[in-house]
């Protein structure tokens, strides 16, 4: 059960979240001019990342907000979490652990 | 019997509360204070069960955790037994019960054992290479021996009654052990006001100080006798208000984030246990730093014949003698690769033991403080020796050693000593369990002959022993720097100097891997995995044969893969291996260390979820009437729905066909509560519905409804339900039982990631209203006297229409909805109020033949209608036309989810399997849900079904079975004969339209 | 036990050929073992050679499981293939084929799957036979029970469509499925059990044998199986078809690659440029301490999520879910085995005094439809075999057929032919997942 | 016609020291832009705060941080119109979510010293004063449900739970309050 830094709420059990995928998957803002293989892209294509991957959160059963977070996928530490709209922090951000 | 071989005094045990308990139906006598094994022990018992493979006579190995032989099961009454547990481990209590496992018919003389005989022909992986003729004999013939030969203790066959507790905790720092080391770093941290939880597996804390002798002791910490210092140090523990000491309690697992996981034993110590409180709490502690202070295990040597009963670990018999008061034997070799297991035969030999030789098998000269001691004492010590064999059927009777040469070879006479009692040292393990848990790195340290932990990924700190910390005083000052710098790192400030960690102590190396032994003697077998049974020679043999990983041996022997994880035998068995392959050790690799460290009741992780708490049960308002009135409930995601109402003499199809019938003809009361429903309010709220269901709702109507179809982005529903507009900027949106969270979770998600710029906020209203659906010709007429300020005649309040008024009362949303084809009426009522506008609507409905309806007539009445339900009639593959719903799909919309998905090749195929009705030529026929359906009837090979069917039930009203299929192209078959295949044979069907009652909708509308 | 060793077919030579071929096997039987057992077992050999990488194979398979080994076994025995290696970057079997429940079935909807796993399953029938190693395929039966009325259609739904497709799957009372599994409990608890899905043909097998014993079958038609060799990159030439692989161990060239990497499944791809539909998953497991028998066949409850078998040497063999965050740290979280004893303990409240003895975790790829991939890639010459999520242990045998066919053809085997990459686009999902939720 | 007067007095358990359940309450979700739940928190008479995770209260109502964008007002059940109609008059015009949920959970009061204790049972959270002070309020999970727990003392909290999930929440409590 990890540690998650709800950037509302702060750090909470991965009890209060739910998973959402990979972040920044942007629905295109015009689907239907979206090639068969594009809109596969959208909806199955995903990177998989071994190592920082940017990941979608929901604190559902906290504040309920959506957010980001970089995770190292080998490892599982978070290296930071940020709210919706905002950009990554630049890959070179000190890695943090989450204290309780 | 009693406990003889008790010293006079000393020890830890209670010698005046005598505990009477029984081993394999024989009495014998403790004392409090006792483990089984220490009181067996007492009592002369050294065999105590017998092995896994070849059935040998096993004793007492250890004195705790690690204890690979003494298994036992301890009984307390027919459904509370517990199998494989640990003599060594299990506390004695007054009435305790306990069998030897694993031998028929006796402990003494057991059957099984005959396949030691065999022994030289079931060597490692020996299964893998036969039992292959002739084929399926292995499951047929094989298997069934070799399962009921293999297996320790017997599974309890009775449900468990005890109750088990879990527990979430915080802390600064989780010291795990109170060993020297690890009270040294509790008190540390207390004492600078962190928040400290300090657990231990043993039934107090002490660690390995419990056994030094409380008398003349050498063991000081800065002068102060041990057992002082520990008095004292438990007394300042106990009084910080901040710290929780948890004995009887094992760190079992580290998970991420340094969450450990910790298994709490509150009652099986205990005579008579209070049913009513837990027997184990799961804790599951968040630490902001760890420090672990696991010690280390003692190492047997591998020689042949070395697991006679009455062969034990030089640290066990210490604990045996200085905690519990027991005498192990009378007279005692000891075998030792290093100097710390000198202080055994010190001890023993000051009690009154007799010691026969001390065979140090190290080469070189060995020296130091305990070897001087030993001589002082007059004991026989015998360097540079090795071990040939034991003898003794049931305990061990004479050991055979024998010269090492320069070389470090056997040579020279065989020198044969009586005993019966042989200890042995090979050196001490340090337990990195936990922190390999934690996914720190471990490093070899080729002077400690050991892994020791590296480099943290957690923040965690290992302290004493289980670092190569082994000397008291220097564990002690290791500790209290711990202690204070893990206070220091989690926010509080240390005023004390913190001191300097010392460094790893090489003393307690010893000698990993099997003792040398005369080349070309094929001797007896030198175990090195005592559970298992697995040999230096199983060893070598996996080697020939390529296994060359340490994870390949593992799996090949099952070395290290028994009860105790391997914690005796991994390091031996690595050092053989590397040995044989001519490598390193640390090339051939350590074993990962796996969660739990000791076995942990399944129990414990279940905690209080049984039954009624296993999921929560969630019932509506109206939830005690139905059961009143006799209802069968199904489970329907987490809620309970009333199935059926029978009455006295009516099954299923009975009552379900007269509740059918009463909505047809009259009218019919049906509890809708658990249905989904979310408030989708502000003023973008109708942009957002329409971008989300795949309906036109700008121009529905204030005080309106809709079907609304809800897709994925991959073009499949998802789910379906009504929705009412009650403002241009509010709807009331309605969701399957099982779709709500899911539907609401999906809103939420495209509301904030896709258009976080809409005004529009969700609110699940789910448990606010209670909602009784009033269906059937009679509807209005019952309803209408109950109600004010509305109008429900059909032109102020047509099909699809939604207002709000009072019922008894009682604020209300009626909504004018039908499921079932019937005129049909939704009162939603504040959920307190449910049930009694739910007695106050059938009282009034009794003049007008109202009757009760559970979910199962609900799916007849609107199958008869040919309405889907999500789930059935889709099964997270079928697009709105595949169900018929074209329809439903707001036309000129540029987007909505799924649209573009519907576009693709797959989906937009007309052959895709599409919904139609079902009818078979014999009306009472009610087809099988989920029956294939084929084109013809005589088929030569099997061919792909063209579809399925979906829903099938008997209509009452129409008096003839129905059913419901997704029929590829379907819809062009209508008219045509298709099959239904069973296994007796095909059925014909008629595909029809899937609206089977009423297509105008007149009574719908009337 | 003196009957079980002494087994029939001792009349063979002690080594024979596999096949018409390169080198000889020791062969296994009963009587080879006696007569090593009276020499001290001195003369084994090695099951396999410890190969070093060769400069270029015609075909390299990348990833030393089940899936892998096997494939180089049938593109060396049935297409004729002379050189052949299997890079392994760890120890071979040591991924997801060393740390799965062993479950082993082919009662899947959808006839593409139904067809799939029952190949798989016809093969796993023979399978000691054809490789000369006891992976002890035990047909039990496997049980999947049915707790509401939703999984009473959805099972029925299988029991017909596997019919159809002449697989076998029968539908069971409750009361019929107590008689098969006596300790199970089926009324008095939160989800009560109204029937199951039993396919009598399905059951379990030892793991570690699987790989084993393709290895050493494998080796046996000169295939080399190449330990702690990691994939590094993809070499492709002007056209783009591949041309080597970089290793941790040197440039191998091939000309045709595939890869059997399950969890890392995208990561070597990537390599080539080619991205995969999948996720990678934490999938754990865990066995109580062994006791006598108890537990005959295989239980499998999807609804409340209890996966459970009795291992040969008598451990309670228990698969829990996967976490729910992609991860290639091959652990899990605490609550995703708690969640699995919670419903053990519910379905056999008897096993609340068993002890969990060992859990571990595995790292599954997922595909979106939680069917496999089994594949030409866009780039010519390279083969993808992956995407088997948490059950791809029982397709073993006929993954590795039908990838080796696959690959020795450019085309794919009628069998695999609907499980392509390019069915994510089209549309022409092979979707258990909607159909059943079925993981395992 | 029917007698409403006991529907909403309703008990799911007896109370005991650890656990009573408590009266029937008005219960808004107000959900929108800060400047509507500034206005609205005027209107009710409570203090302003963006705060996370924390309450507001004056002696009769409370608005309770849920998200960033969605506030649980409470007060006495009788005040629910009054409150309804309060908010809706400030907040005319402006965009927002005013939705009742006052029957769809259940409010029951935690409190005792074993009340940290008991409610760790099945809740993740730190509950020690220091990481979880009076004031705080927060969704989070009891077990299998979901819950919302708002310290209102020392060693007093308040658990409102969605009102079907109220009889597992409460018997959970209560076999940890046996805890010896």
Not at chain 2, 293 to 301: N, S
Not at chain 3, 330 to 350: K, N, T, V, Y
Request: glycine share 10%.
């Amino acid at each position: 059960m990890l540690l998650i830094e709800c950037p509302y709420c702060g750090v909470r059990p991965e009890l209060e979240f739910v998973y959402g995928g990979q972040a920044h998957v942007a629905r295109p803002h015009d689907p239907a001019a979206c090639s068969d293989e594009q809109w596969a892209e959208f909806l199955y294509w995903r990177e998989n990342a071994k190592g920082v991957h940017a990941e979608r959160w929901r604190h559902t059963h906290g504040c309920g907000r959506f957010f980001n977070a970089l995770r190292d996928t080998t490892r599982d530490q978070f290296l930071a979490t940020y709210r919706v709209g905002e950009r990554p922090p630049a890959a070179s951000s000190r890695e943090r652990e989450p204290q309780p | 019997m009693s406990g003889d071989l008790r010293a006079a005094s000393g020890g830890r045990i209670d010698r005046n509360r005598v505990l009477r308990f029984r081993f394999d139906d024989r009495e014998y006598t403790g004392a409090a204070g006792d483990t089984l094994a220490s009181a067996l022990l007492a009592n002369g018992v050294h065999l105590l069960g017998r092995s896994f493979k070849y059935h040998r006579p096993r004793g007492v190995l250890s004195a705790g955790a690690d204890e690979p032989s003494a298994l036992v099961t301890v009984r307390r009454d027919a459904a509370r037994m517990t199998p494989n547990l640990r003599a060594t481990q299990v506390e004695l209590y007054e009435g305790l019960e306990a069998f030897s496992q694993n031998r028929w018919p006796s402990l003494e003389l057991d059957v099984g054992a005959v396949s030691g005989l065999l022994s030289p022909f079931i060597p490692a992986g020996f299964y893998y290479k036969t039992f292959m003729w002739p084929r399926g004999a292995w499951h047929r013939l094989y298997e069934p021996k070799i399962r009921a030969a293999a297996g320790l203790g017997r599974a309890p066959e009775q449900a468990d009654p005890d109750i088990y507790a879990n527990r979430f905790a915080h802390c600064d720092v989780l010291v795990v052990g109170a060993g020297p080391a690890g009270l040294a770093a509790a008190a540390a941290a207390a004492g600078s006001g962190a928040r400290v939880i300090l657990c231990d597996e043993q039934s107090e804390p002490g660690g390995s100080l419990l056994a030094e002798p409380a008398a003349h002791s050498e063991a000081a910490i800065a002068g102060e006798p041990a057992a002082r210092w520990l008095t004292r140090t438990l007394r300042q523990l106990t009084a910080h208000p901040r710290l929780t000491l948890l004995t009887r309690t094992t760190a079992f697992g580290y998970f991420p984030h340094n969450l450990l996981g910790l298994n709490q034993r509150l009652s099986d110590h205990l005579p008579r246990p209070d049913p009513g409180q837990p027997r184990e709490r799961q804790w599951q502690v968040r630490a902001r730093e760890v420090v672990l202070a696991t010690g280390a295990l003692e190492r047997p040597l591998v020689f042949p014949g070395n697991d006679r009963p009455g062969i034990l670990l030089a640290g066990a018999a210490r604990t045996y003698l200085n905690r519990f008061g027991v005498l192990p034997g009378s007279r005692v070799v000891l075998v030792t690769a290093c100097d710390a297991a000198y202080q055994a035969a010190l001890d023993l030999h000051r009690a009154g033991v007799s010691v026969s030789a001390i065979v140090d098998v190290r080469s070189g000269a060995p020296d130091g403080p305990l070897l001087e001691a030993a001589r002082l004492a007059g004991l026989p010590v015998e360097t540079q020796a090795t071990v040939l064999g034991t003898s003794g059927r049931l305990r061990v009777r004479a050991i055979r050693i024998q010269k090492l040469d320069s070389a470090g070879a056997p040579a020279g006479p065989v020198r044969r000593i009586r005993c019966d009692l042989v200890l042995m040292s090979g050196g001490l393990t340090p337990s990195v369990h936990l922190f390999s848990q934690s996914r720190g790195k471990l490093a070899w340290d080729e002077s400690l002959a050991a892994f020791l932990p590296g480099q943290a990924v957690e923040r965690v700190r290992s302290v004493g022993a289980c670092r190569g910390v082994f000397s008291l005083a220097a564990a002690v000052s290791d500790g209290t720097g711990a202690g204070l710098s893990a206070a220091r790192d989690a926010g509080f400030s240390v005023s004390a100097a913190i001191p300097e960690a010392p460094l790893p102590e090489s003393a307690a190396a010893g000698r990993p891997g099997a003792l040398p032994q005369p080349p070309g003697v094929s001797g007896e077998k030198a175990f090195v995995d005592w559970q298992n049974d697995v040999t230096a020679r199983d060893l070598t043999l996996a080697a020939r044969e390529g296994f060359r990983s340490i994870e390949h041996v593992k799996r090949y022997t099952t070395t290290g893969m028994a009860t105790d994880q391997g914690k005796t035998s991994n390091i031996n068995a690595l050092a053989i291996v590397a040995r044989e392959l001519g490598e390193a050790m640390p090339r051939v690799g350590l074993t990962t260390f796996r969660m739990p460290y000791t076995p942990v009741s399944f129990g414990s992780f279940a905690g209080f979820a049984r039954g009624e708490l296993f999921d929560p049960v969630r019932a509506t308002p109206m939830h005690d009437w139905a059961a009143r009135q006799g209802a069968v409930f199904e489970n329907v995601g987490l809620w309970k729905r009333a199935r059926y109402f029978p009455l006295p003499g009516e099954d299923m199809h009975a009552a379900v066909a007269r509740e059918c019938l009463a909505v047809r003809e009259h009218c019919g009361i049906f509890d809708a509560s658990t249905l989904g429903k979310i408030e989708v309010a502000g003023k973008d709220a109708a942009t957002f519905m329409n971008r989300m269901y795949v309906n036109a709702w700008a121009n529905l109507a204030v005080g309106r409804c809709r079907y609304g179809i809800l897709l994925r982005d991959d073009g499949f529903i998802y789910d379906d339900g009504v929705v009412a507009r009650m403002a241009p900027d509010r709807f009331h949106v309605t969701t399957t039982t099982g779709g709500a969270a899911g539907v609401l979770a999906l809103m939420e998600d495209y509301r904030q990631t896709e258009w976080p710029d809409l005004d529009v906020w969700l609110t699940s209203t789910t448990e606010q209203w209670a909602v009784i659906a009033l269906q059937g010709p009679a509807a209005r007429r019952v309803l209408e006297p109950l109600i004010e300020g509305l109008d429900l005649s059909a032109g102020a309040m047509p099909h699809m229409s939604a207002a709000r008024g009072r019922i008894c009362g009682i604020p209300m949303l009626l909504m004018r909805v039908s499921f079932t084809g019937e005129l049909g009426f939704e009162i939603n009522v504040p959920a307190d109020f449910g049930l009694p506008v739910w007695q106050a609507v059938f009282e009034t409905g009794q003049a007008h033949g109202i009757t009760p309806y559970g979910t199962e007539a609900m799916h007849v009445l609107r199958a008869d209608k040919g309405y889907i339900i999500v789930g059935q009639d889709t099964d997270g593959t079928v697009t709105p036309d595949d169900a018929g719903l074209a329809w439903s799909i707001g036309k000129g919309k540029p987007d909505f989810l799924g649209k573009r998905a519907l576009e693709r090749p797959a989906l937009a195929s007309p052959y895709r399997k599409q919904l139609v009705g079902l009818l078979t030529r014999d009306p009472q026929q009610v087809l099988e849900e989920g029956a294939q359906i084929v084109p013809g009837r005589h088929r030569s090979a099997p061919e792909p079904a063209l579809g399925h069917v979906t829903s099938s039930y008997h209509s009452a009203r129409l008096g003839r079975s129905i059913a419901l299929a997704l029929v590829g192209a379907g819809r062009s078959r209508i008219g045509e004969t298709l099959y239904v295949s069973m296994p007796d044979g095909d059925i014909p069907v008629q595909v029809t339209s899937p609206v089977f009652y009423d297509p105008q909708g007149s009574r719908l509308n009337g | 036990m003196l009957v079980a060793i002494f087994d029939a077919r001792h009349d063979l030579p002690p080594t024979y050929r596999l096949c018409h071929r390169d080198q000889t096997m020791q062969r296994f039987s009963g009587l080879s073992l006696l007569r090593r057992g009276l020499s001290g077992h001195r003369d084994w050999q090695p099951q396999w050679r410890k190969a070093e990488p060769k400069p270029a194979y015609d075909a390299v398979i990348v990833g030393g499981g089940g899936h892998g080994l096997g494939a180089a076994y049938y593109l060396a025995r049935e297409h004729g293939l002379r050189s052949v290696a299997v890079l392994e970057k760890g120890w071979i079997g040591g991924g997801n084929t060393g740390r799965n429940t062993t479950i082993i079935r082919s009662n899947y909807l959808r006839d593409e799957s139904a067809a799939l796993y029952d190949h798989a399953l016809k093969m796993w029938e023979g399978l000691s036979q054809e490789l000369n190693y006891n992976v002890m395929f035990s047909p039990r039966g496997v049980m999947m029970l049915a707790h509401t009325v939703h999984d009473v259609q959805v099972f029925k739904r299988h029991v017909h469509a596997n019919r159809a497709n002449g697989v076998d799957n029968e539908w069971l009372t409750p009361e019929e499925a107590r008689g098969v599994c006596p300790v199970l409990t089926t009324d008095g608890i939160r989800y009560p059990v109204l029937g199951a899905a039993f396919q009598g043909r399905g059951g379990t097998a030892r793991h570690d044998a699987v790989a084993w014993g393709y290895a050493r079958a494998a080796d046996a038609l000169g295939v080399d199986i190449i330990e702690n060799c990691e994939v590094t990159g993809i070499r492709r030439d002007a056209r783009g078809a591949v041309q080597a692989l970089e290793t941790s161990r040197g440039v191998i060239q091939a000309r045709r690659i595939g890869v059997c990497a399950a969890g890392h499944s995208s990561v070597i791809l990537r390599m080539a440029g080619v991205r995969l539909p999948l996720e990678s998953y934490p999938l754990q497991a865990l066995v109580s301490e062994p006791v006598k028998p108890i537990f005959p066949c295989v239980v499998m409850s999807n609804t409340i999520h209890a996966y459970i078998s009795q291992s040969d040497k008598g451990e309670l063999v228990i698969g829990a879910g996967t976490d729910a965050y992609t991860s290639y740290t091959q652990r899990g979280g605490l609550h995703i085995s708690s969640h699995a004893l919670e419903a053990i303990c519910e379905l056999f409240p008897m096993f609340r005094r068993m002890r969990m003895l060992r859990n571990w975790g595995g790292i599954v790829d997922v595909s979106p439809d939680r069917s496999p991939i089994i594949a030409r890639t866009p780039v010519p010459g390279l083969y993808v075999n992956c995407g088997w999520g948490t059950g791809g242990f029982k397709a073993t045998p006929g993954s590795a057929h039908l990838f080796a066919w696959t690959i020795a053809h450019d085309r794919p085997h009628p069998i695999n032919a609907p499980f392509t990459i390019e069915r994510f686009r089209e549309g022409r999902l092979i979707d258990e997942a909607a159909a059943a939720a079925v993981a395992h | 016609m029917v007698d409403l007067s006991s529907a909403r007095q309703q008990q799911v358990l007896a109370p005991t020291p650890l656990l009573k359940q408590l009266p029937p309450a008005a219960r808004l979700v107000l959900r929108g832009r800060s400047q509507v739940l500034a206005a609205a928190a005027d209107a009710l008479g409570l203090p302003r705060s963006e705060t996370p995770c924390r309450a507001v209260r004056s002696d009769v109502r409370a608005a309770l941080w849920l998200g960033p964008d969605e506030r649980l007002l409470l007060g006495s059940a009788d005040a629910a119109a009054e409150m309804h109609g309060l908010l809706q008059r400030a907040l005319a015009g402006m965009a927002h979510s005013l939705v009742d949920i006052g029957h769809g959970q259940v409010g029951f009061e935690v409190s005792g010293a074993r009340a940290a204790l008991a409610l760790n049972t099945g809740c993740p959270l730190d509950l020690d004063p220091a990481s979880f002070p009076p004031d705080m309020c927060t969704r989070t999970v009891f077990a299998k449900a979901q819950i919302l727990l708002w310290r209102t003392g020392a060693t007093t909290f308040r658990l409102e739970t969605a009102r079907s999930f109220a009889p597992y929440v409460t018997q959970i409590l209560a076999l940890a309050g046996r805890e010896s």
